[in-house]
Every structure is written in structure tokens, then in C-alpha cells.
């Protein structure tokens, strides 16, 4: 059986005539998945015998919800299981300006990045579009409000899933859908270099963030295991490619680890790295996880990192932590749900 929720209305309308409906069946059933209505039977004017047809064909694949988590700022961690067991997890954050969720795209990652929770146990398999949609439906569920922004930073590395992800783009984006434009999409890479280019031929409008956290390939090498494929220097130039062909301009992530990429020599060779590329600076103050040796940079060390990049014309920001009293960080409260459930 198939997630009707990988399906674009076009293939569910195509669905409908090899099976002897009528294809405006199609429209009346992706308008009831998008109101929360995820039973077949539930669907009031759609007939007995579609319905019947439905079920052998299809699943509503909503994960089911095992734990919610809200922190003090509001912040609300989604804890969910899929129809094989598999669980990822989801936050929702609210901004004055609406209400933002961050994804997962594969349950684990085979990155490899040393601080993060993701990837301690590798990459168990890819979503599919419909699975990461169906997180931003879950959520709404929860929260009964309107998802208007959606960013592709939660557990595995949407670059390398990335079939999947171009299509759940495209169905989030879709004014028969979620109808959420592409400018409030952000797409999280750690630099897989001909897939931003691949990327930016498609001339989609959303954001590009890209975890660079280091200043030379050593240091890079040492944080994140993609450096020994790809040079700064070909991450760099991929960049200048994707914002000539967008003109969409780039975040960079830099996360900041005590004595090893937060010193002042740091900030000014960033800043030199990036005095051409139209971007900005998101700088990030790691969460510590136990399982890893990094530490949290100092506000000093983090203001001074800050002040040195704009006295150099970068444009930056300093990431509001969100969610850190429920382990709102890629991968930490799936990892610990996953870890209570061997003891018990």
C-alpha cells in the first residue's frame, strides 16, 4: 500500500481515472487530508465505493504522536512514530510573525558531525515527502494553529534525500495544499556540493543555509567528516553559483565551540571568506550532548565573534536558543526516548 500523502493532486487525479473515478474525486480528498481528516470513511461526500477503492490502495500515513514536550518560551518538541516504528521528532516555534516548524528528513543521518545528536547511530532510511509533510500536519493537529514557515533542519541531511525532499517542497508549496510559499522555506545543508548546484538550476525561491562551522578544511575535516570530499573551496564556489542563478541570498551556520572555532582569528577569517558571497551569518552557541566532547562557546566569546564579522561589513545574528529545556536540538530527545525504552 501506498502514503497518499507522497502523492501530488496531479497523481491523485491521474489515480482516480485508471480506476474508473471521476478525476474532481482527487480535489475532494486532498481537501479533507489538509483539514485534519485522516480516515477514508470520514471523508462525508466522498461514496461508499471510492472509498472502498481508497483503502486497498492507500494509507493516511500520519505518524503517530508519542510524546509532546513545551518549553517555558513556548517551544513545542514533537516526539512521533511512523507505520514501521521508526520515530523522528519535530519542533514547532512561535515568532510574532507566525508559527515556524523544523523537520526531520530521514530518521538518523550518516554525516557524521561531531556535535550533533543525529548522527551517533547513522542513517536508518530516508522519509518520504509525504512523511515529512505529514509532520507539519501532525503538528498543526497539536497545536490547532497555522504552520506559515517550515525549515528543513531537524534529524538527517536533506541533500542526501534529496528526491524526496525537492517533492515535498513541492507539495508544501502547493496552493491546493499547505499553499506555504517557498520564500518561508529554509533548507539546511552541511555541504554536498553538486547537489546546491543541482539545486539552484531548479530557481526555487527558498533559503539555502549552510553549516560551514570552521575557516579551513583541517579544522573542518575534524567537525565534519563531508570536508574530506568537498573543499571550502568548492563549497564556496557551489555558494557564488547558487546565488548568481537565484539571487537568493545564503545563511551560513557557524556553530560555535569553545577553543576550537570561536576565537577572534576565526571571526576575522570568516570574515574574509565571506566579504564577496551575498549571505549572512547565523552564529549558533552549540547545544552540549553527553555523548560528545564540544562545549558551549562563552557570551563573551560569542559577542566578540559577532562584533568582529559586522565591523567587517558580514551581516550576522546570534541564534535565539529555543527549546533547551526539552532537548530541542537535532536528534537529542529521539536519542533519549530510543535510550528510556532499552532500559525499561
Avoid at 583541517?218 to 539571487?247: F, G, Q, S, W
Avoid at 566579504?275 to 551569518?281: A, D, E, S, T
Avoid at 547545544?287 to 564540544?294: A, D, M, Q, R, T
Wanted: charged fraction near 25%; charge should be positive; proline fraction near 1%.
Amino acid at each position: 500500500m501506498q502514503n497518499i500523502l507522497d502523492l501530488s493532486l496531479k497523481e491523485l487525479k491521474e489515480w482516480m481515472i485508471s480506476n474508473n473515478e471521476n478525476a474532481f474525486r482527487a480535489k475532494q480528498v486532498f481537501d479533507w487530508l489538509y483539514k485534519g481528516i485522516w480516515d477514508f470513511k470520514d471523508m462525508k461526500n466522498i461514496n461508499t465505493g471510492t472509498i472502498y477503492k481508497l483503502n486497498d490502495y492507500f494509507y493516511i500515513g500520519i505518524p503517530k504522536l508519542i510524546e509532546k514536550y513545551t518549553s517555558k518560551d513556548g517551544t513545542i518538541k514533537l516526539l512521533a512514530a511512523y507505520k514501521d516504528g521508526n520515530i523522528v521528532e519535530c519542533v514547532v516555534m512561535k515568532y510574532q510573525y507566525g508559527n515556524s516548524i523544523c523537520v526531520s528528513t530521514q530518521v538518523g543521518c550518516r554525516m557524521g558531525c561531531k556535535f550533533c545528536a543525529s548522527t551517533i547511530e547513522g542513517r536508518i532510511r530516508d522519509l518520504t515527502s509525504g512523511e515529512i509533510l505529514s509532520q507539519i500536519l501532525l503538528a498543526e493537529s497539536v497545536i490547532r494553529e497555522r504552520i506559515s514557515n517550515v525549515v528543513l533542519m531537524g534529524s538527517g541531511e536533506p541533500m542526501d534525500n534529496f528526491h524526496n525532499v525537492i517533492k515535498f517542497i513541492d507539495l508544501v508549496t502547493s496552493s491546493e495544499g499547505l499553499n506555504i510559499g517557498q520564500r518561508h522555506i529554509t533548507l539546511s545543508t552541511c555541504g554536498i556540493v553538486p547537489k546546491i548546484y543541482e539545486l539552484a538550476d531548479m530557481k526555487y525561491q527558498i533559503t539555502l543555509a549552510i553549516s560551514l562551522h570552521a575557516v579551513d578544511d583541517v579544522k573542518r575535516k575534524e567537525i565534519m567528516p563531508i570536508a574530506n570530499k568537498y573543499t571550502i573551496k568548492d563549497l564556496l564556489d557551489a555558494c557564488n553559483y547558487y546565488t548568481k542563478i537565484t539571487n537568493r541570498r545564503i545563511t551560513f551556520e557557524y556553530a560555535l565551540v569553545k577553543d576550537v572555532n570561536d576565537s577572534a582569528e576565526e571571526a576575522e577569517k570568516l570574515s574574509s571568506l565571506l566579504k564577496n558571497i551575498l549571505c549572512h551569518v547565523n552564529l549558533i552557541p552549540i547545544n552540549e550532548i553527553k555523548e560528545k566532547v564540544f562545549k558551549k562557546s562563552s557570551l563573551k566569546s560569542v559577542d566578540k565573534f559577532l562584533t568582529i564579522l559586522k565591523n567587517n561589513g558580514i551581516e550576522a545574528t546570534i541564534r535565539r536558543e529555543m527549546g533547551s529545556d526539552i532537548n530541542a536540538a537535532c536528534g537529542q530527545l529521539r536519542r533519549s526516548y530510543i535510550e528510556s525504552q532499552r532500559y525499561e
